[in-house]
């Protein structure tokens, strides 16, 4: 065995280890991790994470549970902008080697159901990201990506994969008309296409016609308590940007508009 391969082993009983034993410190656990990460594929780290959900018995646990046992085990990862953009044809692309918030928000998830539903292969991990990506779960090229955040929540939410929360625990009315993207064509590549740009206007014009809600920031204090831990966040804005709103998930002690991951689903 060379010496590669029997440090990457040690790192990832360590990594293991660091989620039942509190002897490592932060610092140690996230150095192990970016050391680990960087010298595992996508698919070594995939069944490292279910190997470390058997370990803590999270199968059967609540899926809010299992989605911050989850989101903890990322910490360290270094942040990947433009995470999906890669040259060719649109296809389903897995990178837990470097994360931005929308892509950590669907690993956590996908292996969240993954674990939950006791599916624990690579291929059953690409399948649910695959879902949670991509409108209805298949892939038909750019548009059919989840783009924008409002989006990806009314999808996910028609496919049972989230329930958007943020009505019932108090929110408002929110009203934002939705055309970064088509207005600002140059800062995508796939845009230069003809079809593409007016299958984008079209689905713009889809979202900016249903109603959304959030929780105003001065509220958000009176409403924490209804926030569970594994929640997913999103922090919107009036500002004229592509991402609204951008995602992350609640941890204990988190607040704001949530999106609950669905216990069940197909």
Not at 34 to 44: G, P, V
Not at 140 to 167: A, C
Not at 185 to 200: C, D, G, N
Request: hydrophobic fraction near 40%.
């Amino acid at each position: 065995m060379s010496s590669q391969l029997t440090r990457r082993s040690f790192l990832v009983t360590l990594a293991l280890g660091a989620g039942a034993a509190s002897a490592l410190g932060a610092v140690a656990r996230t150095s192990a991790f970016r050391i680990m990460a960087a010298e595992m594929t996508d698919e070594e780290i995939c069944l490292q994470k279910f190997k470390l959900a058997a370990s803590q018995s999270l199968a059967g646990k609540p899926m809010g549970d299992v989605m911050a046992a989850v989101g903890r085990s990322f910490l360290g990862t270094p942040y990947l902008a433009h995470a999906l953009e890669a040259p060719g044809e649109e296809r389903l692309i897995v990178n837990m080697r470097g994360l931005d918030c929308v892509t950590f928000c669907e690993t956590t998830l996908a292996l969240s159901r993954c674990i939950n539903l006791g599916k624990t292969t690579f291929a059953d991990y690409q399948q649910q990201l695959r879902l949670i990506r991509y409108r209805s779960g298949v892939i038909e090229g750019y548009p059919s990506r989840l783009h924008y955040f409002s989006d990806w929540i009314d999808d996910n939410e028609k496919k049972n994969v989230v329930r958007n929360v943020t009505r019932e625990i108090g929110g408002s009315p929110f009203v934002k008309k939705l055309d970064f993207m088509s207005s600002h064509p140059s800062s995508y590549r796939q845009l230069a296409v003809a079809k593409i740009l007016q299958a984008i206007k079209a689905t713009e014009e889809e979202i900016n016609g249903r109603s959304h809600s959030y929780l105003p920031k001065d509220a958000v204090a009176s409403r924490q308590a209804a926030i569970k831990e594994g929640d997913i966040i999103g922090i919107t804005t009036s500002w004229a940007i592509k991402k609204t709103p951008t995602p992350n998930t609640a941890p204990r002690t988190g607040a704001g508009p949530g999106r609950r991951p669905a216990n069940t689903a197909a």
